[in-house]
């Protein structure tokens, strides 16, 4: 395969794009002058060097926002939610994406911590490209539940199958623990994703957050 379709192939892959817009974007980068690839081609490269995923939130942050330490060849990397002593330890809201870990903090109405998912658990046997990580909130979780800090669990999850389904896993998983789950009340009409949520509509989803 050549550099255009190889090109058109690596578009694909993100998300909701198909192979026309694909194809549209490698013609743009062609239409584009030098310095603008340059930056485009040096701005991806640091990408990865600049921005850290936290190891409690699995939030991604700008490496300058929190505290990266190096001992021993062990890298801890903490985001600037998760090291602010001004937040409460007694919640814990788990968000699907970093996208809507965004929303909620642009809308100035929570102050507990969080867990970004990664994804969400598909009711359908269909691959799944994004894996929720699981195995990851158990350990939240559970360090939570150790500290004897943390009181509730809020989930946040869109309001669709996916959505739906998945808080219904998680409320399961989640029983073993001595914490209440709650789920982000309906004021987020069906099919809403939390990304594109007003303040207004957060606030009364986590107003009217319900245990049921
Ligand atoms: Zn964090």
Do not use: W
Not at 32 to 59: N, Y
Not at 193 to 209: H, M
């Amino acid at each position: 395969m050549d550099t255009f379709n190889k090109l058109i192939e690596l578009f694909r892959r993100f998300p909701g794009i198909g192979p026309r817009q694909a194809k549209r974007f490698v013609y743009f980068l062609l239409s584009g002058d030098k310095p603008f690839l340059e930056g485009l081609v040096s701005m991806i490269s640091a990408l990865k060097r600049e921005i850290t995923q936290c190891q409690e939130c699995f939030h991604f942050f700008g490496s300058s926002l929190g505290i990266v330490k190096s001992a021993h060849e062990q890298v801890t990397a903490l985001c600037h939610i998760c090291t602010d002593k001004n937040r409460g330890d007694e919640e814990l809201m788990v968000v699907a994406k970093d996208i809507d870990l965004e929303a909620m903090e642009k809308s100035n109405t929570y102050r507990g911590r969080y867990f970004v998912l990664g994804g969400l658990i598909s009711p359908m046997e269909r691959r799944n490209p994004d894996k929720p990580r699981l195995r990851e909130l158990q350990i939240r979780v559970g360090k939570g539940v150790k500290s004897g800090m943390l009181k509730e669990i809020i989930l946040a999850l869109s309001a669709n199958p996916d959505g739906e389904h998945t808080s219904d896993e998680l409320k399961r998983m989640l029983s073993e623990f001595p914490v209440k789950v709650s789920i982000l009340g309906r004021g987020l009409s069906t099919g809403s994703e939390l990304e594109y949520a007003d303040k207004e509509t957060l606030k009364s989803a986590l107003k009217n957050r319900s245990t049921s």
